[in-house]
């Protein structure tokens, strides 16, 4: 297995890999081993300047504002065959620097590509406006077109699929980029920087700052120049850039936690719901926005389905990120570590029965957690209601739909929902109900790429993924106003 040191990281801005202007780094620590894998570059307000004077010179005096889109296109779809080339050096890059299972992260690296084709396609195909007929005295239209240059601002829990989900509309819009890299997880977005560099996009198009999110990343929401955030990360976090961006005027988007239900009824597919309750929980190491973090179980199916998730726990294989028979891996850091023990011993004090798995004894120098099933809880606990962003699941019982409705309800978030019936009209009454942006029915989390992704409540505002990222964020529609006729005009003073 490897646990090789990686190569420094620096930042890159206006074509070129740069020290920090205060030429200060920071470790970047291994998960696995808490070791120092590399260095990284500290970004602060003064390198955040210049990478945005960077972009906002490359959107308006440089070829990329008005290159013809076919160009434009060949670039994006030239970053799409050298992430899909290079996937597996990344997949392993991202496993080393996030401790998520390789055969996981090879999987996330495969549709970070597909991000880059499909909004590709997707410019091609939905970037247009709408005309608008009126009478024979006007012929109104609206045209799309993009804002300049955007800041993005990405978490460590799926680095690259979720960077990569951002910068590819992002660009194949017209925009210039600056992205912040989540400081816990620098290794992926550097090795996107070097392929674009290498795909030859002009300077200043794509910039990449690390550093930290109060420093670097609240001076990229504060510049005057950025027209435009995309944000994904914890909720507090997006509380915060909101009310840093209103100085500005900025558009945010925010696709912000979740304590996600999973309810499952009597007459469910048993075997299906169970795998899908697992899966949904401990993969990614616990740490996804679209976790299952709470699961409703109809009464009379609870004794059952409890037991064979205490199977199943006891099963998971935790290990080595880079073993691919390995589900679970260590989690981002110490600090995270610390936070979602200090939950399983939460449960503990609230009433829970607390049924863990045990982490090997090889693998003490890791942020290993086992995975955690939380018994015995109720909806109106912290640990039911607090984004705990590890494998850790409150099983809580129900008897009614209203009863589960309202306890699926009844928390700040409204990210994700899944359930499971095969009462078709029950599947859809209970999916309609649920506040959340997005719900399955007798479905894991399977993506598509072409819905509107993100949440309602504390778990964010807008929608990006498909035709909304382009046509609701990353562009600014504007209304043409062409008279044929000979309308009436107000003859003042006359
Ligand atoms: P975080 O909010 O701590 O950090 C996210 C990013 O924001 C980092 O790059 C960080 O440096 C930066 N940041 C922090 N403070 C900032 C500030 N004041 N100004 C500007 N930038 C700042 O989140 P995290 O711990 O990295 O990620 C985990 C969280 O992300 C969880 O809550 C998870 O649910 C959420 N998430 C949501 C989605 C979604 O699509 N809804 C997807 C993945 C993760």
């Known amino acids: ?17 740069t020290d920090a202007i205060s030429s200060e780094h920071f470790d970047n620590l291994n ?49 799409a065959d050298l992430i899909a080339n290079e996937a597996e050096e990344i997949a392993v890059l991202e496993s080393l620097d996030s401790g998520l299972p390789i055969s996981q992260t090879r999987k996330m690296t495969a549709r970070a590509a597909e991000n880059f084709r499909f909004y590709s396609r997707m410019v091609q195909s939905r970037m247009h406006g709408d005309a608008y007929q009126v009478d024979d005295e006007f012929i109104n239209y609206t045209v799309y077109q993009p804002l300049g240059a955007v800041g993005l601002i990405t978490p460590w829990n799926a680095p690259f699929m979720l960077t990569t989900w951002k910068v590819a509309p992002a660009l194949a819009t017209g925009n210039t980029v600056i992205l912040k890299a989540a400081e816990l997880s620098p290794l992926s977005a550097n090795r996107l920087a070097d392929i674009i560099d290498r795909a030859g996009l002009p300077a200043g198009v794509f910039n990449v700052i690390h550093g930290y999110g109060e420093t ?60 899908a309750a697992v899966w949904g929980i401990f993969s990614f ?65 609230e009433g829970c029965e607390v049924v863990e798995g045990a ?17 015995n809880a109720t909806n109106d606990m912290r ?19 209203e009863e589960v409705i309202d306890m699926a309800n009844g928390t700040e978030y409204g990210l994700a929902g899944f359930v499971w019936t095969n009462d078709i009209k029950r599947g859809h009454r209970v999916a309609q109900a649920v506040d959340s942006g997005m719900l399955w029915i007798n479905a894991q989390n399977v993506r598509d790429l072409r819905i509107p992704f993100g949440g309602m409540k504390g778990s964010g505002i807008g929608r990006e993924g498909g035709h909304f990222a382009i046509l609701e964020f990353y562009t600014e529609p504007k209304a043409i106003h062409v008279s044929i006729g000979n309308h009436r005009i107000p003859e003042f003073g006359k």
């Open 1 to 17: 297995m490897e646990h090789r040191k990686v190569d420094d990281v620096k930042l890159y801005i206006n074509g070129v890999f």
């Open 216 to 275: 670097a990343g609240e001076a990229l929401v504060k510049n005057e120049k950025v027209k435009a955030i995309s944000f994904t990360g914890e909720t507090v976090t997006g509380k915060t850039i909101i009310k840093n961006a209103a100085d500005s005027l900025k558009k945010t988007s925010m696709e912000l936690g979740g304590k996600s239900p999973l309810i499952v009824f009597d007459d469910a597919d048993f075997d299906r719901a169970l795998d």
């Open 383 to 401: 640990v039911s209601q607090e984004e705990i962003f590890g494998p850790v699941m409150s099983v809580i019982e129900f008897e009614t739909e």
């Open 285 to 349: 190491n616990g740490e996804r926005c679209t976790a299952n973090s709470r699961v409703f179980l109809q009464k009379n199916i609870k004794d059952k389905f409890i037991k064979a998730l205490r199977q199943r726990v006891e099963k998971v294989k935790m290990g080595d990120p880079m073993d691919p028979k390995t589900q679970l891996g260590p989690l981002i850091d110490k600090g995270h570590f610390d936070k979602v023990t200090g939950y399983i011993d939460l449960a503990k004090e």
């Open 359 to 375: 982490v090997p004894a090889d693998m003490q120098a890791g942020n290993f957690v086992p995975p955690t099933l939380l018994l």
């Open 31 to 79: 998960p696995y081993t808490n070791e120092i894998s590399n260095r990284v570059a500290k970004g602060d307000n003064e390198d955040v300047d210049k990478a945005v004077q960077a972009a906002d010179h490359a959107f308006h005096h440089g070829p990329w504002g008005s290159m013809k889109q076919k160009e434009r296109m060949a670039y994006i779809e030239k970053i």
